[in-house]
């Protein structure tokens, strides 16, 4: 029996001394692997997509996961929160007060 692949190669990003591998489904930050969970990596991967670009809760929340939901603000507020803490620099990802976020490199 053979088992057809149809998979769609997307890049790797680097920012810095950030490295995103969406195929290998790591994260690298100055040479030490972090471990994310699915909803964390996915939202890290949008925002670095995008740096400098302020990405609201809403676009966030439909772009990762696939839905538009009311008072989602909180549930990416959540993940943002998680994601800095564990990538010990809170810089990297800004908050723009009513606005949304943003990846600086």
Known sequence: MSVQ????RQPAIQRGCLT????????VLAGEEIDLYPKEF????????YPGWVL??????????KESVAGCEYVVYNVICQLRKKLKNPDLIQTVVGRGYRFVE
Request: charge should be negative; avoid cysteine; charged fraction near 20%.
């Open 20 to 27: 995103i591998d969406p195929q290998r489904y790591t994260v």
């Open 5 to 8: 692949m149809n998979i769609k």
């Open 42 to 49: 996915d939202v890290l991967y949008l925002l670095v997509q």
């Open 56 to 65: 609201s809760p809403e676009q966030i929340y439909e772009t990762v996961w």
